[in-house]
């Protein structure tokens, strides 16, 4: 189609694969998105159904739903870049976020390669790893922005473990002086307040029942082949759901053992325990910051390599 522009012919190609999710063939849009401000004549959704991918694959990765979103992104990998509203499970509010930030605020290392892997080899995958770079880029330098209800809003680069590594100490601390028994168990609940702000991937660390947490202290051989959020409540004998019960009002969650559950609960984990939980949590904090250096180089790599093939002439 004569007097196209390269960046439509490359983007035109990334919304091609959309249409899987929509029984229209040929649909009008103007441009993608305000931030990308490029302007597109023709492709295969609308603005409407754009919004309502971009927004449903947002939910699938806040929910550590990576299969649900790799699903989508094999068939429209541009999703991964649009900006869109969301809330976690910790009734954060991010708005103007795409999945990609998301994941990268969450240190969600698992999902972040994923979103990678489905970046086609062609031009139009250039210009997604172009933005994705860009967007890591300035979520690195200006942090992500996120409202909880009643509160101030909150920009920060990342999710930090410091508070419940706090919280940890604390209870170790008021265990050891030999506290009256309610400052102990207070202790003991406030990490399950912490255990209840975690995004979804740190609890599905938790929760992993083929590698007990809290014996995992090599991430990178997680596979995360369910990537659960259940745990064996002692209470009720019956599996939970992480963010779904009264984590943090009655009990805090301490690690179990290979397919027992996943995870059990205590009102009161003893003087050892959660010990090695803690030690997982540390464990955990420090891969995860060197790993997100290893995505950015990869991404970096991946766009050097892209931007060698040949373009395409429409």
């Not at 189609?1 to 229209?24: E, N, V, W």
């Not at 931030?35 to 991918?53: M, P, Q, Y």
């Not at 064996?232 to 009002?249: A, E, P, V």
Request: proline share 3%; glycine share 6%.
């Amino acid at each position: 189609m004569p007097g196209m522009s390269q960046s439509y012919c490359c983007l035109a190609g990334i919304f091609a694969f959309t249409k899987k999710f929509t029984r229209h063939k040929t649909r009008a849009l103007s441009k993608i998105g305000d931030e990308d401000n490029i302007e597109l004549k023709e492709i295969h959704i609308v603005r409407s159904e754009l919004t309502a991918l971009s927004s449903k694959l947002a939910t699938y990765v806040v929910s550590g739903e990576q299969t649900k979103a790799e699903a989508m992104l094999k068939l429209n990998p541009g999703l991964s870049m649009q900006a869109t509203e969301v809330t976690d499970y910790s009734d954060r509010t991010f708005t103007n976020i795409s999945a990609f930030e998301y994941a990268l605020w969450a240190l969600d290392i698992h999902m972040l390669r994923m979103i990678i892997s489905t970046i086609p080899h062609t031009n139009a995958g250039a210009i997604i790893a172009e933005k994705l770079l860009e967007k890591f880029e300035m979520s690195i330098q200006r942090g992500v922005t996120y409202t909880v209800a009643g509160h101030s809003p909150v920009t920060e680069g990342y999710f930090s473990l410091e508070p419940l590594k706090t919280a940890y100490k604390a209870y170790f601390d008021a265990y050891d002086a030999e506290d009256v028994e309610d400052s102990i168990n207070a202790a003991w609940l406030n990490i399950g307040k912490c255990q209840r702000n975690l995004p979804a991937v740190v609890a599905q660390y938790y929760c992993d029942q083929d590698v007990p947490f809290a014996t995992c202290h090599d991430f990178k051989s997680v596979s995360f082949r369910q990537r659960s959020l259940k745990f064996y409540n002692h209470f009720t004998r019956s599996n939970d759901s992480w963010f779904s019960g009264r984590l943090g009002l009655d009990f805090a969650i301490l690690s179990g053992a290979r397919r027992q559950g996943a995870c059990v609960i205590s009102v009161c984990a003893g003087r050892n325990g959660g010990r090695n939980d803690l030690e997982t949590i540390v464990a955990l904090d420090t891969a995860r910051i060197k790993e997100i250096q290893i995505i950015k180089e990869n991404l970096t790599q991946l766009l050097h390599d892209l931007r060698q093939v040949p373009t395409p002439h429409c």
